[in-house]
């Protein structure tokens, strides 16, 4: 007996959710002071487990649902066991990870600027728009009225990514994440769901409605001055 584990590492996207499963049986296994046998994810430990099982059983699948959070990749444990040992026999057979997140309808150019126009829009200018929209001061740099300043971004990166839409600054932001956007109240879920699609559709946006990007001059930053900087020669007595 014991409470082992084998485990391996999973690439998964940020902010995404996902279903963990797997098929398990156990033999003569006495949970003792473990739980039996499971499925967990180490970074979410309880919170990612699956339901654990003991005595005879034959084969039976064990599920977890959980969202990945802004992690990149997730370490699955099979355990034997789990927070404490257990004795007995115990297979695992077909696990197998699952990206629970709906498919993108199919919208020819046309939907996809109505999409904007009709759900995007009026959310940015209403929650954003005094803050980075078009003659507004630009907080951070940061301007949402043409596609370019949304790919462009700010001071802290592009408010949309292409590559991993899912994990764009500026859906963390609204979601009061990173930053608080808009200051002090949260969108609505529907809202940020409406955003989320329109960073997964590659943020396209309506012509008529686009203003040309103002231009953004470059912040000369502020020398920090800490324990390394410190040590420096220039610092040090003569």
Known sequence: GGDASFSFEVQVAPQTR???SAWVKVKGLDKQGGYGAQLNLHELQREGKTEAIHGDRGWTQLVSTFESGNRRSLLVNLLFGGWGRSVGEAWFDDVELVDLT?????????ERRAFYSE????ILTRSCGKCHGPGSPLRGG?????REGVLRGGESGPAISLVTPRDSLLLRAVKHEVFEMPPKTKLPEAEVEILTQWARLGAPFDPDLETETPKVEAHAT???????????WAFQPI
């Open 142 to 146: 940061l301007f949402l009225g043409s």
């Open 18 to 20: 996902y279903r963990l």
């Open 222 to 232: 502020t020398p920090q001055v800490n324990d390394q900087t410190r040590a420096h």
């Open 119 to 122: 759900r995007v829009h009026p």
């Open 102 to 110: 709906p498919p993108l309808p199919q919208m020819t150019d046309a």
